[in-house]
């Protein structure tokens, strides 16, 4: 089996202009999952009928082969009827017995003007194929390290972008390692390399 090494998914979209910051509080101890938002109309909203869609997309889908090991993916987050084909390339390019540590998924806001990155901590990702685990220590000490990254709890709750990418990361990857979902407000280069550093500090932390 090869060895467990962090594994970093961009879900790669159209940059934003960004109003002031905002800066929401969170209880640390306060468990709030992530409910679907676009289940029914990205993607199916059964389990079985996304299992069904699901293993179409990878069936239809035309992997690479890279040479050495897969670090970081980017991959479309439109309607799977659109793009699904191609995310399912990207993903069926990384080996079935493949294990990680963690999965990064960097987004862009749709819907909510801030600056900065927010990353969700309360809780846990739910899609119609069950719940995907969010590592909420390295979430939290991604906060607690950097003024520029925080919880924006409107951030994440009608985004699509991160929610359109966990069913395959469900579907693909069978040791089912949490997740650290981050919605970017910026497109500037400032905000990403922030993000960058505070995020090569926690990569060697382990699931809580």
Sequence with gaps: MPARQIFKLI??????????????????GQSVNRNPAVAGAFYPAGKQA???????????AE??????????????????DYSGVVAASAYKSIPAD?????VFIIASSHRELFSGASVYSVGNYLTPLGEAR???????????N???????????NREHSIEVQVPFIQFRLQNSPPIIPIVMGTSSAEGARK??????????????
């Design 11 to 28: 879900a790669f979209s159209v940059s934003v202009i960004l109003s002031a910051p905002v800066v929401t509080g969170q209880n640390p």
């Design 146 to 156: 950097n003024k520029s990254i925080y919880y924006y709890a409107a951030a994440h």
């Design 195 to 208: 993000l960058a550093e505070a995020r090569l500090r926690e990569t060697t932390r382990p699931p809580p």
């Design 50 to 60: 996304l299992e069904l869609k699901l293993e179409r997309l990878f069936s239809e």
């Design 134 to 144: 969010v590592n909420r220590q390295i979430a939290n000490e991604l906060i607690n």
């Design 98 to 102: 493949a294990e990680y540590n963690n």
């Design 63 to 80: 992997p690479r082969n890279p040479d050495g090991r897969i670090r970081s993916l980017i991959v479309p987050h439109a309607g799977y």
